[in-house]
């Protein structure tokens, strides 16, 4: 699949990736029989079992799965907030223990993510502050980021003042401006109207074209996984187990009219749903 | 607006039934309004401005501030490190049940002679309130805050300076407000018991004398300070919170 990789991020790991392994063949995200517990002793709640893919640089994975099976809970292991109970989740082979430099993570609710009190601009600010950018650049990437999301006008408004699919973008926006490497979404187009849906999933795929990044996409919206991703991870039963990995092959720069009506869209939306349909 | 014009009306309303009521009166106890008034002009905005109206306020403030500041950073102290928690835990818990304003006798029963010991007891009964309320405002913040404030890896600085203190600011401002009552509260206490000087003496030494138009006089003022205080109050507040004030009347409207 997509190797066009970022190399600068790679050279620093390259001493501890096993020799054994090719470098270009290394996960950029590995998820090896990871499990998650919540609690302990009487209490305690096993929310993942046994979790395992990969996620391969410039690629956009999409995870779907029935609402409480453990997805959010899977990203927070994978953005270093809850530790793993067993197995690991790992960046280039480096396994994660706090929040990776080169991750971000969109929230799932994007009113508890954004901060009130900051404007918009300001919301953008904030991640950076400890980068030690210049002034120049600091402005450079919130222009870019805010640009990219189409709420140029909206820098100097509060989060409050905006609708839903606005503070979502606003969530989004921040991230861009942070430049991760490894962007992480948690069903970030879920309370948005259906145009707005549209415009920030290609816009999704605009950002993996122009900054090359890699992309994980939790979403509950089967047709957008496949719309989305190169590949779906289909997750289901409790506790939480990988399904089925999908590939997605459709050909071309995707588009959402002409994409969503080939035939090959279809197939690849039936199969996902079978998987998830069928009683667990 | 239309608050304001209450606020300010209210009053004005209440001094002009007061002027007429008492315009005639012969009760020592009751002079006219017109008499308290010309002595209030004699005593407060000339004889005692500097020496009694100046101390009290200055005394106001100076014990407020400090509870302020006080109470603010002991409640992050409180709410942020274990070991202080661990000492701080019981007497919140103590003081969580009982009114502020009935902790009052225990401060005044400390208060000694002295500028320095009737500020110190205004600001030692006013920092609680805005103690308690900090560590609550911090406590309250949400975990997806703090999370976001993670996954950025903002730095332990930031994590306390630009996200726990302004998401907990407003709750601090209602712990301010409660101090703020109670620190005026203690002020004119601590007048009335063992002092010579302040409006708090004053008003009581004129009680003393049967000088009632001075004590009525020394009770407008009060009440005068008391309101505009208050007024001054609601104006900071509006200004810090403003973004809080505009997404809490936006919930309400939507
Ligand atoms: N911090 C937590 N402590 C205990 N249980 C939790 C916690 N967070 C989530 N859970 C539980 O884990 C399960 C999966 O939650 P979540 O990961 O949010 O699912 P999803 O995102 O797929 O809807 C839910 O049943 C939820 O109640
Ligand atoms: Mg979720």
New binding site residues.
């Given amino acids: 699949m997509s190797n066009s990789l970022s190399t600068r991020n790679r050279k620093s790991t390259m001493a501890q990736q096993p020799k054994t392994r090719l470098s270009a063949s290394t996960p950029r995200l590995d998820v090896a029989h990871l499990a998650k517990t ?2 302990s002793g009487g209490k305690a ?1 096993t ?1 993942i079992e046994d979790l395992t893919f990969t996620v391969d640089a410039g690629e956009v994975v999409c995870i779907v ?10 990203l ?1 292991c994978l953005a270093g907030l ?1 530790p793993a109970t067993s197995g690991r989740a790992a960046i280039d082979g480096r396994t994660i223990s706090g929040p990776p430099p080169e991750m971000a993570l969109v929230f ?1 609710d994007y009113n508890r993510s954004l901060m009130p009190w900051l404007t918009v601009r300001k919301n953008l600010v904030l991640p950076l502050r400890h980068l030690k950018l210049s002034a120049a650049e600091l402005r450079e990437r919130c222009d870019g980021a805010l640009a990219a999301v189409g709420l140029s006008h909206a820098d100097n408004q509060y989060p409050w003042q905006l609708s839903g699919g606005m503070q979502q973008r606003v969530a989004i926006a921040r991230a861009l401006a942070y430049r991760p490497e490894i962007l992480i979404m ?2 970030p187009f879920a309370s948005v109207d259906a145009q707005t849906r549209f415009d920030l999933e290609d816009l999704c795929l605009k950002i993996r074209r122009d900054f090359n990044m890699t992309i994980l996409v ?1 979403t509950h919206d089967i047709d957008e996984a496949v719309y989305l991703a190169d590949r779906v991870v289909v ?1 289901g039963s ?1 506790p ?1 187990r990988v399904l089925k990995v999908v590939d997605v092959d459709l050909p071309g720069p995707r588009d959402q009219i002409t994409t969503r009506s080939l035939p090959e869209f279809a197939r690849q939306r039936t199969e996902v749903l079978s998987l998830i349909k069928r009683p667990a | 607006m239309r608050n304001w014009v209450i606020g300010i009306a209210a009053p004005v309303l209440l001094l002009v039934a007061w002027w007429f009521l008492s315009a005639n009166s012969t009760d020592p106890f009751f002079p006219p309004l017109e008499t308290i008034i010309v002595r209030f002009r004699e005593l407060w905005l000339f004889e005692h401005f500097q020496s009694d109206v100046l101390l009290s306020l200055g005394n106001l403030f100076l014990g407020f501030a400090i509870a302020a500041i006080a109470g603010i950073a002991l409640g992050f102290a409180t709410a942020l490190v274990a070991p202080v928690r661990w000492m701080m835990d019981p007497l919140i818990h103590f003081l969580r049940g009982i009114p502020p304003v009935a902790l009052v006798p225990i401060f005044i029963s400390l208060i000694g002679f002295g500028t320095q010991m009737r500020v110190t007891s205004i600001a030692l009964a006013a920092l609680f309130p805005t103690m308690i309320a900090t560590v609550d405002g911090i406590r309250s913040v949400s975990s997806d805050l703090m999370d976001v404030a993670k996954v950025y890896r903002l730095t332990r600085k930031e994590r306390v300076l630009d996200v726990l203190l302004p998401a907990a600011t407003p709750q601090i401002f209602s712990g301010l407000q409660v101090s703020l009552q109670v620190a005026f509260i203690v002020m004119i206490a601590s007048e009335m018991l063992g002092s010579s000087q302040g409006i708090g003496a004053m008003t009581l030494l004129a009680q003393q004398s049967f000088m009632t138009a001075d004590m009525w006089a020394g009770i407008l003022l009060l009440g005068v300070i008391g309101f505009l205080v208050n007024i001054l109050f609601s104006l900071l507040r509006r200004k810090v919170l403003s973004w809080y004030i505009g997404s809490r009347r936006l919930a309400r409207a939507s």
Avoid: F
């Fill in positions: 919540y609690g709640r929310v799965g029935p609402s409480g099976v453990g997805k959010t809970t899977l927070k809850q799932q948690d069903e939790v997750l409790r939480a």
